[in-house]
């Protein structure tokens, strides 16, 4: 049996699944805690991959690895390979005014986000490197001078795993370079003059490998071939056999809808980030900063735990009797309001009890996901299926009311680590050499239907509109 392993190197911890090459069947797995904060020591996240990998048994025997990781951070590293400073990562939003910047600069709201649209399928916000490198050069200028390589984590994590052969060795793949804001998922080269512009200069960024491209071996013994790896939503679609007109809801930290699509997508308002997936197609995505620890926030606010908020929001009327949540806790990023703060509108004393608030929730949860799912599909790629996935996702009352509040039936794969599994795809897909991916075994997936309820989205919108202007 020829095994082969997948990373997962996400924001709260680094999973590790080692899986049967051939079959995909799983044959054992670890897990590492990530520290909290939007900047980190890149140093903590190979202390929490040793770690995970000893829990999971190692990689000696193992044929080939690949990892996911979490997309857009800043890792700057100076000419002897040394980290600069704690890595900036796609959550951290004192970048939003060097983003706002940059758009302008190439024209104003309109005609730049077009120009960026056009030119590397994003506006820039604050979760992209190309702001943060722009912040980093404006507010710490000596560390930008000694910044000669910037790389993304997951581009850290296989540097290291490699031995760290120097700067000229960083490699990354098509997914995570596309979510730079320097990278062209249209002509598929790097884009030097924006690169320039935001940093002031052209530091060493990483040679962007194909789907199946050998990265190097691992440092060590068992020698296992390196793959190129993922950003964690490309790794995510992969390991859960996405096909184009497939669309994948991930409710984690951060709420992700994404569709595989067989052409680029360039979205001039900024809403949708046209990035590449992992397979040499194309991955039209949204996020949203506020996710799973809606859940969690609501659930600390009324003192009960995650079983009993879904009973709660499960036993109040859709539409919660006209009480909504604008669940921006930690700012937004979709729509790009990055110092906005969560609202709480149409209190009465008819809706002033536990069950509304849970169900509130929810479906502020879960409008603010429909609003990316019809963002993404009015990119010309017909709706296929709709793939509800992450730790949000095992919220019995999120599974229910997500048909009604989506419009769409849903299917609910079982809980599952599908970054890591789409890496190990990936690693799989090194070994083999071939133009597509191994084909697993699709997990099975519980299917949810419901009747519609547009009420709720319009009653969600005119509310988060209400709002827009304290943001």
Not at 138 to 148: D, L, M, V
Not at 312 to 319: D, F, Q, R, V
Not at 355 to 384: I, M, N
Request: charged content about 15%; some cysteine; hydrophobic content about 45%.
């Amino acid at each position: 049996m020829t095994l082969v392993a997948g990373v997962d190197s996400s924001t709260q911890s680094c999973k590790v699944v080692v899986r049967d090459a051939g079959s995909g069947r799983l044959v054992r797995e670890g897990r590492a805690a990530h520290p909290d904060g939007t900047e980190v020591d890149p140093a903590a996240w190979t202390s929490a991959l040793r770690a995970a990998l000893t829990e999971a048994g190692g990689l000696d025997d193992v044929a080939a690895v690949a990892v996911g990781g979490q997309q857009h951070g800043m890792v700057c590293l100076d000419e002897d390979g040394e980290v600069v400073r704690p890595a900036l990562l796609w959550n951290d939003t004192r970048s939003a005014g060097a983003a706002a910047d940059l758009v302008t600069e190439l024209g104003g709201p309109v005609t730049g986000g077009k120009a960026w649209a056009d030119a590397v399928g994003l506006v820039p916000v604050a979760s992209f490197t190309v702001a943060k490198l722009r912040w980093l050069a404006s507010h710490e200028p000596e560390n930008a001078a000694r910044t000669a390589a910037v790389c993304l984590p997951h581009d850290w994590l296989t540097w290291q795993l490699a031995g760290t052969p120097g700067l000229d060795a960083l490699v990354t793949d098509r997914s995570d370079a596309s979510g730079t804001g320097y990278w062209s998922t249209t002509t598929g080269e790097y884009r030097p003059d924006l690169l320039e512009r935001a940093f002031g200069r052209t530091p060493v960024v990483p040679t962007v490998l194909g789907p199946a491209q050998q990265a190097g071996v691992v440092v060590g013994p068992g020698g296992a071939v390196l793959g190129p790896g993922a950003g964690d939503n490309a790794a995510a679609a992969l390991g859960i056999n996405a096909e184009p007109g497939d669309v994948v809801v991930s409710i984690g930290t951060s709420g992700v809808v994404s569709t595989v699509s067989t052409v680029p997508m360039a979205d001039p308002t900024g809403t949708v980030a046209g990035f590449a997936d992992a397979t040499g197609h194309f991955l039209p995505l949204v996020t949203t900063l506020n996710a799973a620890r809606v859940l969690d926030a609501t659930a600390r606010l009324l003192g009960v735990d995650h079983a009993e908020l879904s009973r709660l929001a499960l036993s109040a009327p859709p539409g919660a009797g006209g009480l909504v949540m604008v669940p921006y806790l930690e700012g937004e990023r979709t729509p790009n309001r990055p110092h906005a703060t969560g609202a709480l509108h149409g209190l009465t004393l008819a809706t002033s009890d536990p069950a509304h608030l849970a169900r509130a929730a929810v479906e502020g949860l879960l409008c603010g996901l429909a609003d990316g799912l019809a963002a993404v599909a009015a990119g010309g790629t017909p709706v296929r299926r709709v793939f509800l996935v992450g730790g949000g996702a095992r919220s019995e009352a999120v599974r229910r009311i997500a048909p009604a509040v989506l419009g769409v039936p849903v299917l609910v794969p079982p809980p599952g680590e599908y970054v890591a599994d789409g890496a190990a795809r990936q690693a799989a897909w090194v070994l083999t050499g071939g133009d597509t991916a191994p084909v697993w075994p699709a997990a099975s997936t519980e299917t949810y239907e419901a009747d519609p309820v547009p009420f709720v989205r319009e009653r969600y919108a005119a509310v988060r509109d209400l709002t827009a202007e304290r943001s």
